[in-house]
């Protein structure tokens, strides 16, 4: 497995931007981040979901912006996946510390998984009403209100696009790009997180290799080199929150013996399935997971994952120990495990543990 390094991760960079900003870091910065923001009155970070440096490298010209552009590569979190890896930036903590983990998390005080972005139930298939359950249970800080509180003005800006943000309508990224400059400059000096939920969405319908996931990464380089050369003022940093993999399924359906073991369906991800197991079977279901699947995913007790630091360097908190497993199992080449046959219908994804996944470059612009 390819682990995060959390000395030069997401983590550290939003911990990078917080001390740019006067604001006491919680963890350690990225110096070579730190060195690039000296004297830098504007910084604008664009997120770009799913664009990690394999993305990056598989669909763009090496004589390009972007990877001419490559200040340094740091890791997303584990799993790397949109849920723990943005949360991470935007907390500025480990998912560790936030208990943001994964797409589906279970709840102990609703005995059920829930899509924890979408507050659906995965058992009843309920939409829950705002706020989010996981705001409720396990809230943090973002690095925005940190900085804000701590320069005693509104300096920090969040901008996400359509259609995660009811106040941005346009589903033009060259529109959403403008805004975020216009909105970095409104004061003498400023900072604002954007995010945009592509190429992810591309990439997990098409595939890593597709000419449409290749055409929109081409457009995002093709889109920030105009507005960032309109805006040689603003320090213009590029990042993603994880990388891609194409997948092959298998289904807990042909393994029943496996399947018997586990209390409820795994949550988390596909490849970073966290497992519940029933109190007498820990040591069968460990047996037989390594006999079936342990060529194509490693497996982790409770002790190991937490004792190796895959999801931070902290002890977990009560609330967080409730939504970790006994077991986390984590996809070491192309499969996706499913709880139930012909679930999922993605052509690509992540949230596993290959070097594809994992790494990240942070791309620096007007540096």
Request: net charge neutral; aromatic share 12%; hydrophobic share 35%.
């Amino acid at each position: 497995m390819y682990k995060p390094d959390y000395d030069n991760s997401l983590v550290n960079l939003s911990n990078s931007i917080l001390k740019h900003f006067n604001v006491k870091p919680l963890h350690n910065t990225v110096p070579e981040i730190d060195k690039i923001m000296e004297n830098k009155q504007h910084v604008v970070v664009f997120l770009f979901d799913g664009m990690g440096q394999y993305i990056i490298n598989t669909h763009l010209k090496e004589d390009g912006l972007f990877r001419q552009n490559v200040a340094t590569t740091i890791t997303s979190t584990f799993p790397p996946t949109t849920v723990a890896a943005t949360s991470a930036f935007l907390s500025a903590e480990y998912p560790i510390e936030s208990g943001w983990l994964g797409w589906v998390q279970y709840f102990k005080n609703i005995d059920a998984n829930v899509k924890v972005f979408k507050n659906i139930n995965t058992v009843t298939k309920e939409h829950m009403p705002l706020p989010l359950l996981l705001e409720e249970v396990s809230p943090y800080t973002s690095i925005i209100k940190r900085i804000n509180e701590g320069n005693n003005k509104e300096i920090a800006h969040m901008l996400q696009g359509a259609p995660l943000d009811p106040s941005f309508t346009s589903k033009y990224l060259s529109l959403f790009v403008k805004k975020a400059f216009k909105t970095v400059k409104k004061e003498d000096e400023g900072f604002v997180y954007a995010y945009w939920n592509k190429p992810d969405k591309i990439l997990h319908e098409k595939g890593v290799y597709h000419h449409k996931s290749k055409r929109y990464v081409k457009k995002i380089e093709r889109v920030i080199k105009r507005y960032a050369k309109k805006n040689k003022d603003v320090l213009t940093i590029i990042i993603a929150d994880h990388g891609f993999h194409d997948v092959t399924y298998l289904s807990l359906d042909d393994y029943p013996d496996l399947k018997d073991c586990c209390i409820r369906p795994f949550s988390l991800e596909g490849r970073a399935c966290n497992f519940f197991i029933k109190e007498d079977r820990k040591e069968e279901f460990e047996t037989l997971f390594n006999k079936y699947l342990g060529d194509k995913f490693e497996l982790y007790s409770k002790e190991n994952y937490i004792r190796d630091g895959l999801f931070g360097k902290k002890v977990p908190n009560e609330v967080v120990d409730g939504f970790l497993g006994d077991f986390v199992a984590v996809a070491i080449k192309e499969y996706s495990l499913e709880y139930k046959t012909g679930f999922s219908h993605l052509k690509a994804h992540h949230a596993g543990g290959t070097k594809e996944e994992m790494l990240v470059d942070v791309i620096a612009i007007n540096k």
